[in-house]
Structure formats: structure tokens, C-alpha cells
């Protein structure tokens, strides 16, 4: 429990870090003690040590969460991957310089105004708008198969993924299928 604790104590900073530093207020307030040409570069700096503490500091919880082997741990694996591939792939398709504030330091370097980045979708942007998210929950889908819940709980969970949606929330119920929290108290 106090590995537990821990981490969810530092997935906290991080996560309240990175969307705080990343609100337009905050971006206003923080801009009136450093020029804005080093704003986003000063935001990832801050991302970055906190994500470097989450790594430094994490605690392993111990356990077996799933243990695939032969194909099904080839189709795992080959998934995971994708999903890696999508990630890097998808942070190419937007500049480098600019997502890490560089251009706007670098400009401010050459004695250039302050221009902020562009908007443009390129590549899979013009089909979804966060394919980095699509990359990262294909890598963590991957890694947590959904099988091993179907073992580990059964009927319960077969009923409770038939009645509720993956990944995109249905704003109705349907009548038909009793709810997910009728099923597990069964």
C-alpha cells in the first residue's frame, strides 16, 4: 500500500504540474517573470524534472498483472510496438522546435520578434486531433490486455464490457443491457 501510495502521490505532481504550467492563465502570469520567447521551453523544463521524479522515485508494486506467451505474446508485443511507432511518428508531424519551445528561444537569440507557433494540421492530424494519445493508449492497451480480466473476473466483466464503452463514453443508457454496477453486485 505505501508503494502504491507513492506512486499515485507522484502521477499527482506530474499530472498537476503539466496541466496547470499548460492553462492560458498560468502561461499570462508566468510570462510577467520570464519573456515569452522562453515560456514553452521553460514549461517543458518543468514537465520534464517532474516526469524525471516520477521515473527517479516510482516504487514497484509487485505482482503479476498478466503473463502472455507464444502468439498471443507476439500479437502483445507487435501492438505495443505500433503503438510506440505511432507515438514517435505523430510528434514528427508536428516541429520538434516548436513543441519544445526551441524556435521561440532560438529566434529570440537572433534579435527576431516573438512569433507563436503556427497552427496547421499535417499527416494524421487531419483525421484525429491527438494520435500522440492514440499512440500512447495503443502502448498501455497493449500492455494491459483486456483478457486477462475476462479470466480473472468472468461473466461479470463480459457484462460489464458489453454495457459500457472502451474508450469513447456514451451519454444515454440503453435499457437492454443491465449496468455495470447492477452486474458486479451480483
Same mark, same amino acid.
Given at each position: ?12 505532481? @506530474? ?17 510577467? @517573470? ?17 516526469? $524525471? ?5 516510482? /516504487?514497484?508494486?509487485?505482482?503479476? =498483472? ?9 500479437? =502483445? =508485443? ?10 514517435? +511518428? ?14 521561440? !528561444?532560438?529566434?529570440?537569440? $537572433?534579435?527576431?520578434? +516573438?512569433?507563436? *507557433?503556427? @497552427?496547421?494540421?499535417?499527416? $494524421? ?18 500492455? $494491459?490486455? /483486456? ?12 457484462? +460489464? ?16 443491457? *443491465?449496468?455495470?454496477?447492477? !452486474?458486479?453486485?451480483?
Amino acid at each position: 500500500m505505501q508503494a502504491l501510495a507513492i506512486d499515485l502521490a507522484l502521477l499527482g505532481l @506530474f499530472a498537476v504540474q503539466d496541466s496547470v504550467m499548460a492553462r492560458p492563465a498560468f502561461k499570462r502570469w508566468r510570462t510577467r @517573470f520570464i519573456p515569452e520567447a522562453v515560456e514553452r521551453s521553460t514549461y517543458v523544463l518543468f514537465s520534464s524534472v517532474a516526469l $524525471l521524479t516520477l521515473f527517479a522515485f516510482w /516504487e514497484p508494486i509487485g505482482g503479476v =498483472i498478466w503473463d502472455a506467451h507464444g502468439p498471443a505474446r507476439t500479437v =502483445i =508485443i507487435a501492438v505495443y510496438l505500433l503503438g510506440w511507432a505511432l507515438l514517435l +511518428y505523430s510528434t514528427f508531424l508536428i516541429d520538434h522546435f516548436d513543441l519544445f519551445g526551441l524556435r521561440q !528561444v532560438w529566434r529570440r537569440a $537572433l534579435g527576431q520578434p +516573438y512569433q507563436p *507557433p503556427q @497552427f496547421h494540421t499535417p499527416g $494524421l492530424y487531419k483525421s484525429v486531433r491527438h494520435p500522440i494519445y492514440i499512440g500512447c493508449l495503443t502502448i498501455f492497451w497493449a500492455a $494491459l490486455e /483486456e483478457r486477462d480480466l475476462v479470466t480473472a473476473f468472468g461473466e461479470p466483466y463480459l457484462a +460489464y464490457r458489453r454495457s459500457t464503452p472502451m474508450l469513447i463514453p456514451r451519454l444515454h443508457r440503453e435499457t437492454a443491457r *443491465p449496468a455495470a454496477t447492477e !452486474v458486479l453486485k451480483s
